[in-house]
């Protein structure tokens, strides 16, 4: 008989703190629709509540993927959001026609989700997770809930639950440098409760996994069954784009990600700089997608006070998925900079869509470019200086539509599951 998964959907009920999915929200997203739609058994989904942690059958569960999924934007179209009609008329250099709403805190947004579902969709009380079926799988790979014990307390009295969870990085134990201490103490807490409760666990590269696997064993763990899969291309990515007819004419690079010392912008931005002194008006655009983090100080500087990049960098926070996916159709390249990832999603999702890509030459980029994109070290300016001239120029961004062409080392989403399944099977 197959086992009941029971999913935790503590990520996606709280997706409003976020105006548009970040990267691990997109993968939880894509879990979740996946075994609730997909899963021949039964599937449910556990949150933490008032009343302890409770769960919802699967039609209960589906309605707060949609709704989370329906919040982020997720299902419309590029010119449905205004994120991406205000950078498009800003990379025309015109003004745009509307402005861009402010910003709501996290608090704000996760108390306006609420409200929101709960008048659509009523409240459930659920039912307590000491009533699971026998020999559940407790499937967590949004990672929220595996940094908090507390919140995993009631796996010591239900021994019959089998828990998975996924790591997404490996990053505070290799780079601790560049994450601030209370992430680098929440990573250390969800290892700890990795050690104390998992069955499983699902990594994206075997880098990261090597890397984890070192630091369990160290935390005397070597019995846990790891599983490495690359992530595999989103399906909005296997479709044709054609580059947007209002850009078709317009030289434009693209960094996606937060604006954070770890993916390394400022290197960008000076190497943009060089670009103007020595281009002028001619020289082309950088998008940055992607809000700005406290550890951001330097390219905020560079950004509000130098004066040569100004009119050259445009800055948009909030872009959707299908609002990404466009710009990137249209792009001379996706730049990846950065000194250390996890997997390097955007590398993928560019690829497919037949945009070049300029990487950082890091273990997780060469696990997700393969052979496909070009790797540059991320503190070699005068490389990357070399590889944006040489994509400045293009015909790629001015054709109808670039072929999607999926990476030949990476798998199919359909496939990626079946091998996600057989692992929780065994």
Not at 81 to 105: F, H, I, N, Q
């Amino acid at each position: 008989m197959t086992r009941c998964i029971a999913f935790d959907l503590t990520r996606l009920f709280i997706g409003p703190m976020t105006p548009v999915p970040r990267g691990i929200d997109r993968v939880d997203l894509s879990y979740a629709r996946h075994f609730f739609e997909e899963w021949k058994g039964d599937c449910v989904g556990t949150l933490p509540t008032p009343w302890g942690i409770r769960w919802f059958n699967r039609d209960r569960s589906l309605r707060v993927v949609d709704f989370t999924e329906d919040y982020w934007g997720e299902t419309g179209n590029a010119e449905s959001d205004p994120a991406y009609v205000w950078a498009r008329a800003r990379l025309r250099g015109v003004r745009p026609s509307t402005s861009l709403a402010k910003e709501r805190s996290a608090a704000a947004r996760v108390v306006s989700g609420f409200i929101g579902f709960a008048r659509q969709h009523g409240l459930v009380l659920g039912r307590p997770v000491s009533s699971l079926p026998t020999g559940t799988v407790y499937l967590n790979t949004g990672q929220i809930t595996i940094a908090v014990p507390q919140l995993l307390a009631w796996l010591g009295s239900r021994r019959d639950v089998k828990p998975v969870f996924m790591l997404h990085d490996a990053i505070p134990i290799e780079y601790p440098e560049y994450c601030s201490p209370r992430l680098n103490r929440s990573h250390g807490q969800m290892l700890a409760n990795t050690v104390r409760y998992a069955a499983g666990l699902i990594v994206t590269t075997e880098a990261a996994g090597e890397s984890i696997r070192m630091e369990l064993a160290r935390r005397q763990r070597t019995d846990l069954a790891m599983i490495a899969a690359p992530l595999p291309v989103p399906p909005l990515f296997l479709e044709p784009a054609a580059p947007d007819p209002a850009l078709r004419d317009i030289a434009y690079f693209v960094v996606t990600g937060a604006i954070d010392r770890r993916k390394n912008h400022l290197m960008l931005l000076n190497v943009w700089r060089e670009l103007v002194q020595q281009n002028g008006r001619k020289s082309p655009k950088l998008v940055l997608v992607g809000s700005r983090w406290r550890t951001s100080d330097a390219v905020t500087d560079m950004l509000e006070r130098c004066g040569v990049i100004q009119g050259h960098i445009i800055e948009i926070a909030g872009l959707s998925t299908p609002g990404l996916r466009q710009l990137l159709a249209g792009a001379r390249a996706l730049l990846m900079p950065s000194f250390a990832e996890g997997f390097g999603i955007p590398i993928i999702e560019a690829l497919a869509l037949g945009t070049p890509v300029i990487a950082s030459d890091i273990p997780a980029h060469r696990e997700a470019g393969g052979s496909r994109a070009t790797y540059i070290s991320p503190i070699d300016g005068t490389g990357w200086l070399s590889a944006i001239r040489a994509h400045m120029h293009c015909n790629l961004a001015q054709s109808s539509a670039r072929a999607v062409n999926v990476p030949a080392h990476l798998c199919k989403i359909a496939d990626y599951f079946s091998k996600i399944e057989s692992f929780i099977t065994a």
